[in-house]
């Protein structure tokens, strides 16, 4: 699969060996990457966009899972969390954490990026850096908000896959 590849989510499932439910995929059995799914189509749940060109991934985090949310409130109205209700680190925790550590002189964490395009219609976007995080006001609440700079190699060869180093 190369950067720029239209694919089905189907062809995704297969490439990764498995059925992609959440957004945002940082600790993936056999896999030394991250991987996010995104999207910057009007009505998008959050508001992912690109910067520089397309080069760099401004990523909101995720919403507190319905299941979690205080009195049935709506995940929309309440400050993305970092942690689930056992005080574990959630995905939203586990990215910002990486890239501080990132910053602090850690190696970084790559994230292998799906853009969804259309219903079940995805876009390879490739490699990239999880280089910042932040939290920042929006709409009454706080979000997330994750830094991605691209790779610049072109990472191809359908599974025999290697990452890069920085």
Same mark, same amino acid.
């Given at each position: 699969?190369?950067?720029?590849?239209?694919?089905?989510?189907?062809?995704?499932?297969?490439?990764?060996?498995?059925?992609?439910?959440?957004?945002?995929? &940082?600790?993936?059995?056999?896999?030394?990457?991250?991987?996010?799914?995104?999207?910057?189509?009007?009505?998008?749940?959050?508001?992912?966009?690109?910067?520089?060109?397309?080069?760099?991934?401004?990523?909101?985090?995720?919403?507190?899972?319905?299941?979690?949310?205080?009195?049935?409130?709506?995940?929309?109205?309440?400050?993305?969390?970092?942690?689930?209700?056992?005080?574990?680190?959630?995905?939203?925790?586990? &990215?910002?954490?990486?890239?501080?550590?990132?910053?602090?002189?850690?190696?970084?964490?790559?994230? %292998?990026?799906?853009? %969804?395009?259309?219903?079940?219609?995805?876009?390879?976007?490739? &490699? &990239?850096?999880?280089?910042?995080?932040?939290?920042?006001?929006?709409?009454?609440?706080?979000?997330?908000?994750?830094?991605?700079?691209?790779?610049?190699?072109?990472?191809?060869?359908?599974?025999?896959?290697?990452?890069?180093?920085?």
């Amino acid at each position: 699969m190369k950067r720029g590849d239209i694919i089905r989510y189907v062809d995704m499932t297969i490439a990764e060996g498995f059925s992609i439910q959440r957004g945002m995929n &940082f600790n993936i059995a056999n896999k030394e990457y991250g991987i996010i799914l995104m999207s910057v189509r009007p009505n998008a749940p959050y508001a992912d966009r690109f910067e520089d060109n397309g080069t760099t991934i401004i990523y909101e985090g995720h919403d507190v899972q319905k299941n979690f949310a205080p009195n049935g409130a709506d995940p929309k109205t309440i400050d993305q969390p970092m942690t689930i209700p056992s005080g574990s680190l959630c995905e939203n925790g586990k &990215f910002f954490t990486a890239a501080k550590e990132y910053q602090a002189g850690k190696p970084v964490k790559l994230i %292998k990026v799906y853009e %969804k395009i259309n219903s079940g219609i995805w876009v390879y976007n490739g &490699f &990239f850096r999880l280089t910042d995080s932040w939290i920042e006001a929006s709409n009454g609440r706080n979000v997330f908000k994750f830094r991605l700079e691209m790779i610049d190699d072109d990472i191809s060869a359908a599974g025999t896959e290697t990452v890069p180093t920085e």
